[in-house]
């Protein structure tokens, strides 16, 4: 499947919008924070993010399903991407894109498209080799992150990583609205986001402000 099924990588001369945020719902932070997965995802696409991803590390596959369905039926009309993070078969199932780790294992029949986490030139050919190929690359992390602190930062990859690959690549690791202006932009790069999502706050609206505040970025 094209990588536009899940980012979107416009001629710089077609005039098509586009929403560099990446928005992971992470459920260990909306936890911290009080607020529940789902509303954080209402709240996001009401300020008109068009890429979500739901993690959910410490719940079981079904209860991750759970809280899956309800976002579910937000989507109709959205036009965002709902992405299912480790999960496959849920992925699978609900025909939704799927993110794995550089050590997830990728199963041979996927049929959804899919997005893979790297963190060296070594660990990007093996995900630009596998089959079936990825539809973007994410390379981490690019400052200290507090939900990978034992990551060493690689913004000096980026370079090599575009000159690789022509595949739509999210930096990961740290970024904040006072911070992404450090990183290169171009029309196929993306910016995932967790817990700088809160710096307004936790209500709903807080949410869609963030989101909101990079439609202009």
């Not at 992150?145 to 990583?161: C, F, M, R, W």
């Not at 910016?191 to 439609?215: C, Q, V």
Request: charged content about 20%; some cysteine; overall charge positive.
């Amino acid at each position: 499947m094209p990588a536009s099924r899940i980012l979107t990588v416009p001629s710089t001369r077609s005039g098509q919008a586009r929403n560099p945020l990446y928005l992971i719902c992470d459920g260990e932070t909306c936890e911290k924070h009080g607020i529940a997965p789902y509303d954080f995802v209402r709240a996001a696409l009401a300020g008109g993010c068009q890429t979500i991803q739901y993690r959910h590390k410490n719940i079981s596959p079904i209860a991750y399903q759970k809280n899956l369905q309800p976002m579910l039926r937000l989507l109709p009309g959205s036009g965002a991407a709902l992405i299912v993070n480790d999960h496959a078969g849920i992925a699978g199932e609900f025909a939704l894109p799927l993110h794995l780790g550089q050590h997830d294992i990728l199963p041979p029949d996927l049929r959804v498209p899919y997005g893979r986490s790297t963190h060296s030139l070594a660990e990007l050919k093996i995900a630009l080799s596998a089959q079936p190929s990825p539809d973007y690359v994410a390379l981490g992390t690019m400052f200290a992150s507090g939900t990978k602190p034992e990551v060493a930062t690689n913004q000096h990859l980026i370079d090599a990583y575009r000159d690789t690959t022509d595949l739509p690549l999210v930096l990961i690791g740290g970024i904040t609205l006072d911070n992404v202006r450090q990183l290169p932009s171009s029309v196929r790069i993306y910016y995932a986001i967790i817990g700088d999502a809160f710096r307004f706050g936790n209500k709903l609206e807080d949410i869609t402000k963030y989101a909101k505040s990079w439609r202009s970025w």
